[in-house]
């Protein structure tokens, strides 16, 4: 986190009040000291209720997420870059340009200043990495007890400047399956700074953005059939989302799918599968087997972890399974998960 | 990763899958105790590497699977209390009790907690003197001495507002309770090797000896298990019937000395119900009398609690090896993870949750 000082003025409001949110002076003071402070002085002719924006002539694509992580700083990231990626990503996702965000704030009656501002700071700085303007907002405070610290809103537009249909539908048997990295890093930094859990070397989320990737792989001509982000439910969840969709049945090698050493033995510890495991900075890409070779070098260049992999292929078969070849050489289903993971007794 | 990886090398498996093959002449119908076995089993796809011969039947070492069903009942009636925080492990959670289950009971306000450990609810304990703090103490041998440890400490503490929900339960008295039963077709077990990393190996042999079958300790990992069956093979093969260990790296012949001394100190063995096999004489743990102010079935009124079992449900066939899960007439239909009729459904231990998970489509 930057270390900048909170321009509000502390021995005044060390921490946030009701008021902050109920559309008064102090609410102004937020915006005018800590809000455009951040993201950009307030438009001549003042602040409106809706921001207008001057788009291309293009399709647009508009994606929105909320973010409640507990706790809100962790190793890697806070929610901050988190709401700001997750849009980002969203947008990515269908291949689109990411442009403008909105930002939502609800905040809990007594959270810090100095905590809200690291906040603010760390989404402006995911903002300039990612190429995204912060264009509109919104604040409201709940009283204490009834949040926890602060809970985000962002929605983002994009757009799209090329001709393919990014989507579930477009997949064929033979394609072949990547993903971009490494897997499960983000849930179980999240889980180990939750439980307090030290491992010898400190897991970070894998949090990022994934636009410019997304980016790179279009102008090399890759033809991308499908892509999809690894967050809540892991790469399985995500590969049983497409077969489902598709209604072709996925291939996958268990051997193929790189995780780090660190969070194979967390997950080993906990009784968690990695596959199942959320990430914030990683996506599943299916493309013709041609461009396998192409989409690999590619993303080899944005490497944040382990490199891309090669993980599986789409099958001829209609019937929407994942099949996973397991270690050892055996097959069996890459099943969605039910309901959360929970830590196994022994 | 290391002490890893080697355990789950793809040749190595197949040298031992053909080995098996190799000496395997005859029928043999083996149990895995421990519910991470089953679940390893299916997992990787051991069972697929075997040969048709090698019947493997899954045992009852799933901790969620055998905490009967009046005792979950209490767990919620005791979590819906708003002067108590109520612990427990992860699993517990989602297994359904007569009614609701314990993340329903969270859901309508009541403050239930998932921890790692039983001394993590001891300190919850120390941070919140003016509430009571109950964990629920299931599983075998293996979490025991962490349940012992918490109440220990506890005493010395003076600690008044923290108690275990015990429903502690014992391997080798369900053993005896499988191999005497009319319906047994178990001929050799792979016994649980973390439980036998505390209790070691020795309780074993009276009963390798008394019922004539071989049992192998054994680990968690692919090559673990494979390794434990070419064990228990072989000894099948050649008429003997001797307790081996195959988890070396792990267990020893007397186990963690200070871990049993512990347990011993504060539970002694006691009848238990198992859920879906009955009532099997001292086949668990209670808490001794020294220890009676730390039992929640003392501290709290739990009378006017009614269990009602779903008459659908097979799990206690299944837990004695009796049945597999995909002969259910419920499963994946009436039973799934997401409406579970039975523990078994549960647990990521549970044997009908590992073959929903892994083996729908066999």
Redesign the interface.
């Known amino acids: 986190m930057e270390s900048f000082a909170c321009p509000f003025p502390i021995q005044q409001y060390p921490q946030v009040l009701l008021a902050h949110g109920g559309g008064g002076k102090l609410m102004q003071q937020l915006i005018e000291k800590m809000f455009t402070v951040a993201f950009g002085p307030k438009p001549q002719d003042g602040l409106h209720d809706s921001v207008v924006l001057d788009l291309p002539k293009s399709r647009i694509a508009f994606t929105t997420d909320s973010f409640v992580v507990h706790p809100l700083f962790f190793p890697g990231g806070d929610i901050g870059s988190l709401a700001v990626y997750g849009s980002v990503n969203d947008l990515a996702m269908s291949g689109a340009k990411p442009l403008y965000l909105s930002l939502g704030f609800i905040l809990e009656e007594g959270l810090s200043m100095q905590t809200l501002w690291g906040v603010v700071q760390s989404i402006k700085k995911a903002a300039d990495s990612a190429g995204v303007q912060i264009v509109t907002g919104d604040t409201k405070v709940v009283d204490r007890g009834k949040g926890d610290g602060i809970y985000i809103n962002t929605s983002g537009i994009g757009i799209i400047e090329h001709g393919f249909n990014i989507s579930p539908g477009r997949i064929k048997s033979g394609d072949a399956v990547i993903i971009n990295g490494d897997v499960g890093r983000h849930g179980i930094a999240i889980m180990a700074s939750r439980?307090g859990?030290e491992f010898e070397t400190i897991i970070e989320s894998d949090c990022a953005p994934l636009n410019f990737s997304v980016k790179a792989l279009l102008d090399a001509g890759i033809e991308i059939h499908c892509m999809r982000d690894l967050t809540r439910g892991g790469l399985a969840s995500a590969l049983n989302e497409i077969a489902q969709a598709a209604g072709y049945s996925i291939a996958v090698e268990e051997?193929a799918v790189p995780v780090r050493?660190d969070v194979?033995?967390g997950c080993?510890m906990l009784?968690f599968d990695p596959l199942y495991v959320a990430n914030e900075g990683r996506f599943a890409l299916f493309v013709p087997e041609k461009h396998l070779g192409p989409s690999l070098e590619v993303l080899k260049k944005f490497s944040l972890g382990l490199p891309a992999a090669h993980i599986g292929r789409v099958l001829e078969e209609r019937?929407s399974?994942v099949i996973l070849k397991?270690?050892?050489?055996?097959?069996?289903?890459l099943?969605m998960i039910?309901?959360e993971?929970?830590?196994?007794?022994? | 990763?290391k002490y890893?990886d080697e355990y789950?090398?793809?040749k190595l498996?197949?040298q031992l899958s053909q080995e098996i093959h190799h000496i395997t002449t005859r029928p043999w119908v083996i149990m895995e105790i421990c519910g991470?076995q089953t679940h390893a089993i299916?997992?990787?796809?051991?069972d697929?590497?075997l040969p048709k011969k090698i019947e493997l039947v899954h045992g009852p070492g799933c901790?969620?699977c055998v905490t009967p069903l009046e005792m979950i009942d209490r767990a919620l009636s005791i979590a819906g209390r708003r002067d108590v925080i109520f612990c427990s492990?992860?699993?517990?959670?989602?297994v359904p009790g007569s009614t609701t289950d314990l993340l329903s009971v969270k859901a309508q306000g009541g403050d239930v907690r998932?921890v790692?450990s039983p001394l993590d609810a001891l300190k919850i304990a120390q941070e919140n003197p003016g509430r009571e703090i109950i964990f629920f103490a299931?599983?075998?041998e293996?979490?025991a001495p962490a349940n012992a440890m918490a109440v220990h400490q506890a005493k010395v503490l003076g600690l008044k507002n923290f108690s275990l929900l015990v429903s502690h339960v014992l391997v080798p008295p369900a053993m005896e309770a499988i191999l005497s039963s009319k319906s047994n077709r178990v001929q050799g077990f792979l016994a649980a090797g973390?439980v036998c990393a505390v209790m070691g190996y020795d309780e074993y042999m009276p009963i390798a000896a008394k019922y004539k079958v071989p049992i192998v300790v054994t680990g968690f990992e692919?090559l673990d298990i494979l390794q434990g069956i070419s064990m228990c093979v072989k000894q099948l093969e050649e008429g003997r019937y001797e307790v081996e260990n195959q988890y070396v790296r792990s267990v020893t012949l007397q186990g963690n000395r200070h871990a049993q001394d512990l347990v011993s100190k504060v539970f002694c063995v006691i009848p238990r119900k198992w859920r879906g096999v009955g009532e099997i004489s001292q086949s668990g743990l209670g808490l001794r009398d020294e220890y009676k102010d730390y039992d929640a079935e003392l501290k709290f009124d739990l009378t006017g609690i009614k269990t009602m079992e779903s008459p659908d449900c097979i799990s206690g066939l299944i837990l004695q090896g009796v049945k597999k899960p995909h002969e259910c007439p419920s499963f994946g239909k009436k039973c799934?993870?997401?409406h579970p009729l039975g523990a078994t459904m549960v647990?990521?231990?549970g044997a009908c949750s590992a073959y929903?998970?892994?083996?729908?489509?066999s």
């Open positions: 439980a859990l051997s050493e194979a033995s080993a009784g019937k399974f397991s270690f050892i050489g055996a097959n069996r289903i099943d039910s309901g993971q929970l830590p196994r007794i022994c | 990763m890893l789950r090398d793809p498996a197949m991470g299916v997992k990787y796809g051991i697929t590497l901790p969620v492990f992860g699993d517990m959670l989602r998932m790692y299931v599983g075998f293996t979490t973390h692919p799934s993870p997401e647990s990521s231990e929903y998970r892994y083996k729908r489509n």
